[in-house]
């Protein structure tokens, strides 16, 4: 054998259980949920073929499209708030515009250690009709029968999850940004001072080229993870009250494990997977426009 042929074996064998594995735990149970999902089966007997059918009855499901409003107001909320939040927090850490950088960071980030169960447990009184927001409110309104409750509106009950996830995630964020600032060449910093540069030039012209890739990884990051959302809501809400505060991925979750339609369950997930493609691929384009602009 050919010393080609020696390093394509080795390659070949060195992969092979990798790729097993991924094929194993990834290909096949999307390939499995994207199959079932054209059929009607309730985990018992043989899945029984219906073609689009599932797909038809999700899509006109009030309930599954108000869970996805719902999902793309914490995409939005993923893209356009924890993100360009964590990246200001890094910055101001990073060029030392606060003092005691470390412990701002410290707490800013310690959210993300705690478990989402105990945060969702611990938000939920804080939102309770005995909490601190309805003693607050009854204070100043002085008015001490006023109820929050802003969980019975189905437009705006979801508010209160969006500020514990702005809440709870935006310390990562704030994590990677910083650890990328820190590569960062001093010499280049000090190089933009000496010429007179002011500090938003310094933020536009010097460090937000420099990451530009890091600021479409962590979107493509908080897109699949607010498709993907559930622990956290499930435990603070659980899709209540009458599925004002659910998501696609509570919805799923009550389809295939609560009423057994296995087969409408994975229906719902390809269409996570797929809005997950069309949302990764939009901000694909919006990358390689800012990555041509700063070229």
């Known amino acids: 054998m050919t010393t080609l042929g020696n390093k394509r074996a080795s390659y070949a064998l060195l992969t092979l259980p990798?790729?097993?594995?991924?094929?194993?735990?990834?290909?096949?149970?999307?390939?499995?949920?994207?199959?079932?999902?054209?059929?009607?089966?309730?985990?018992?007997?043989?899945?029984?073929?219906?073609?689009?059918?599932?797909?038809?009855?999700?899509?006109?499901?009030?309930?599954?499209?108000?869970?996805?409003?719902?999902?793309?107001?914490?995409?939005?909320?993923?893209?356009?708030?924890?993100?360009?939040?964590?990246?200001?927090?890094?910055?101001?850490?990073?060029?030392?515009?606060?003092?005691?950088?470390?412990?701002?960071?410290?707490?800013?980030?310690?959210?993300?250690?705690?478990?989402?169960?105990?945060?969702?447990?611990?938000?939920?009184?804080?939102?309770?009709?005995?909490?601190?927001?309805?003693?607050?409110?009854?204070?100043?309104?002085?008015?001490?029968?006023?109820?929050?409750?802003?969980?019975?509106?189905?437009?705006?009950?979801?508010?209160?999850?969006?500020?514990?996830?702005?809440?709870?995630?935006?310390g990562i964020y704030m994590v990677i940004f910083l650890a990328n600032m820190q590569k960062i060449s001093p010499a280049v910093i000090e190089a933009a001072i000496v010429d007179g540069a002011k500090e938003r030039q310094i933020l536009f012209r010097v460090v937000m080229p420099q990451m530009t890739n890091i600021l479409f990884t962590t979107a493509v990051f908080a897109i699949a993870g607010s498709l993907k959302s559930f622990d956290l809501i499930f435990a603070m809400t659980g899709g209540g009250p009458a599925n004002y505060t659910t998501v696609i991925a509570i919805y799923m979750y009550l389809n295939t494990f609560k009423y057994y339609n296995y087969g409408f369950g994975s229906a719902v997930s390809i269409m996570i997977v797929i809005l997950s493609l069309g949302l990764i691929t939009l901000i694909q384009s919006v990358y390689r426009y800012f990555e041509a602009k700063y070229e």
């Open 18 to 170: 990798s790729v097993f594995i991924y094929a194993l735990v990834i290909v096949f149970p999307v390939v499995f949920s994207f199959v079932l999902g054209f059929t009607e089966w309730s985990g018992f007997g043989a899945p029984v073929f219906t073609g689009l059918s599932n797909y038809r009855k999700m899509l006109t499901d009030l309930v599954f499209l108000h869970g996805l409003r719902n999902n793309m107001l914490i995409v939005a909320v993923s893209v356009f708030g924890q993100i360009p939040f964590g990246f200001v927090l890094a910055y101001i850490i990073y060029r030392g515009l606060v003092k005691w950088g470390d412990f701002f960071q410290t707490m800013i980030f310690l959210p993300i250690t705690v478990s989402a169960i105990v945060v969702a447990k611990l938000w939920n009184q804080f939102f309770s009709p005995a909490g601190m927001v309805t003693a607050i409110a009854r204070i100043l309104q002085d008015d001490p029968r006023f109820v929050f409750a802003i969980f019975e509106d189905r437009a705006l009950a979801i508010v209160p999850v969006l500020v514990v996830i702005l809440w709870y995630y935006t």
